[in-house]
């Protein structure tokens, strides 16, 4: 089963936000937007990668809590 990440758009024909669970094999020019139909659409960075990127330290590192005790971070989303 190949990879589905969800990314993140903004259609620079009627400025709409959305955001969709795509291939990470979906070239350029092959995303129109649900609103219009646009196909000039930018790509921006999903929330969250930047969990990923904080979960793939090594596990000798040291673990930061979120600040807000008993509430968890829900996955890394707490912002830090």
Same mark, same amino acid.
């Given at each position: 089963?190949?990879?589905?990440?969800?990314?993140?758009? %903004?259609? =620079? %024909? *009627?400025? #709409?936000?959305?955001?969709?669970?795509?291939? !990470?094999? %979906? $070239?350029? $020019?092959? %995303?129109? *937007?649900?609103?219009? #139909? $646009? @196909?000039?659409?930018?790509?921006? &960075?999903?929330?969250?990668? /930047?969990? !990923?990127?904080?979960?793939?330290? /090594?596990?000798?590192? /040291? @673990?930061?809590?979120? $600040?807000?005790? =008993?509430? =968890?971070? =829900?996955?890394? &989303?707490?912002?830090?």
């Amino acid at each position: 089963m190949g990879a589905v990440p969800l990314y993140e758009y %903004t259609c =620079g %024909t *009627c400025h #709409g936000d959305f955001t969709l669970l795509q291939s !990470v094999r %979906t $070239g350029p $020019g092959e %995303t129109a *937007c649900p609103e219009c #139909g $646009g @196909r000039d659409v930018a790509r921006h &960075m999903s929330a969250f990668a /930047p969990a !990923v990127a904080a979960d793939a330290a /090594p596990a000798s590192a /040291p @673990r930061q809590g979120c $600040g807000n005790p =008993g509430a =968890g971070c =829900g996955g890394g &989303m707490c912002g830090l």
